[in-house]
Structure formats: C-alpha cells, structure tokens
C-alpha cells in the first residue's frame, strides 16, 4: 500500500537542481536525472550499475531490468526520458515517461489517471451544481415548490434601473392631446396661476356668464287650441267630356 500511495503522490510532485540548469543538454541530462535527491529515479536499475561500473550507455541494450533512456530531446527547453522494463536487447515494456521543462522534472500522468481526474473533476462539479441548486429551493404544504433567490434579489436591487428609451409622439396624439387639455380648461378653468417661478398664485377672476332663461313647458291641458280656419267656397266640380265615337268612313265615288 506504501507503493501504491507513493506512486499516486509522484504525479503532484515536481523536483530541480537549479544548479544544473543552465548547463542541461542531451548527453548530460540523464546524469542530471540520476541525482540521489531526484524522487523519480530509482536506484536499482540498470542505470545505477552502468554508472558504478563506469561503463557506456550501449552497454544497457545487453542488460535486463529496469533502465531509463532519453525519448525526445528539444533543446534547450524540453527533455523527455522514458523508464522501461527490458526483456531482451530488442524487447522492452514501458513504465512510464518524465519530461523536463527547464530544469524541472514532472511525472506524465497515465491514460486512466487523467480520465480519472476528468470524471472526478466532472461529478465535483455537477454534485456542486445540485448542491447550489437545492439551497434556493423552497416548499410549502399551501403553495409547494418555488426558487427563492436572494443573490438575484440583492444585484436587483443594486443595479442601476436602465431608462427606456421614449418614443416619439405622432401629429396624431399630440393635436388630441391638446384638444383634451383644452376642453378640460374650458370645463374646470383655474383658481390660481403664477406670473413667475417664485412668485405667489394671483387668484383669477372668474367671469360669471348669464344665465340663459329656461322656457316652462306648459302641460297638454293648459295649451291653447288654436281656432280652425273657416272652410271655403265649394270647389267647382270637374266637367266629364262625354265620348264621342270616332268618324265613320265612307268610300269615295270616282
């Protein structure tokens, strides 16, 4: 279990010597790996006995065990070495890979680990989401559910209120409007008007106009009746022209 949890702890681990910074490059970087405060390396492989024996690196391909080599090389930033697991000089298993970023040694995360970490980081956030969520919930026997803001109701609150913009009026609505306004003085004309901004209302005199008599409307029964007109002389009545019938035609005697 040891192993296990140091294994885990290497991948948020990162480790420098900014004593051989300025001078890393690629025939010298694996020695620079090798350094017994390094936590990646691990002292018993095949690299270690090379080193003790003073031999090359060639000698590692005859070798089997647990070696590192240096994968990729991108100077003077990047450096990528691979620890592998030889078999035979042309079989080997990989580890896992480390890469040096000026001077800095960082483990590269495996395939499950970084799915792991993606799901973790996924599932933290939508279990924050519902968590969020269901402290603005609300309930009530008479009422039920309901969202019960108070953030929203606070920016509300401090926000500016944007003036809308006002349309412009038409002809239409400002010539009935005056009307409006006009017949509305006509009807309730003012008791008080002010000649100056700061000046005290001057009462207004109001003309009285005379009252017009109303007519009294006598009942039915009281009018008077009115004589009738004397009648005439008899008009003469029409002459019938009595019918003639027509002339009888007679032949002519030659």
């Not at 010298?28 to 090379?50: A, G, W």
Request: proline share 12%; with cysteine; charged share 25%.
């Amino acid at each position: 279990m040891a192993s296990v949890d140091l294994r885990e702890n290497l991948l948020g681990i990162s480790w420098v010597d900014s004593g051989w910074v300025p001078i890393l490059n690629p025939s010298n970087v694996l020695e620079y790996f090798s350094e017994r405060s390094n936590p990646f390396y691990d002292r018993t492989c095949n690299n270690e006995v090379v080193k003790m024996q003073r031999l090359t690196l060639d000698h590692l391909n005859q070798m089997v065990g647990v070696e590192y080599i240096l994968l990729h090389a991108q100077e003077p930033i990047l450096y990528i070495i691979r620890k592998q697991q030889r078999q035979s000089p042309t079989q080997v298993i990989p580890l896992a890979d480390y890469y040096i970023i000026a001077g800095v040694v960082y483990q590269a995360p495996d395939l499950g680990s970084v799915i792991s970490s993606r799901v973790l980081s996924a599932v933290h956030g939508i279990q924050s989401a519902f968590d969020e969520a269901m402290s603005f919930c609300r309930y009530h026997p008479s009422k039920g559910y309901w969202w019960h803001f108070k953030d929203q109701e606070e920016r509300e609150r401090v926000k500016p209120k944007s003036k809308r913009k006002e349309e412009p009026s038409s002809l239409f609505q400002r010539q009935r409007v005056d009307t409006l306004l006009l017949d509305l003085r006509n009807k309730f004309p003012p008791t008080f008007y002010q000649p100056k901004p700061g000046e005290k209302p001057v009462p207004v005199e109001v003309k009285k106009e005379p009252e017009v008599p109303v007519e009294t409307v006598k009942p039915p029964e009281e009018r008077e009746m009115k004589p009738a007109a004397p009648p005439g002389p008899p008009r003469p009545a029409p002459q019938s022209t009595p019918n003639k019938p027509p002339p009888e035609k007679r032949a002519r005697l030659q």
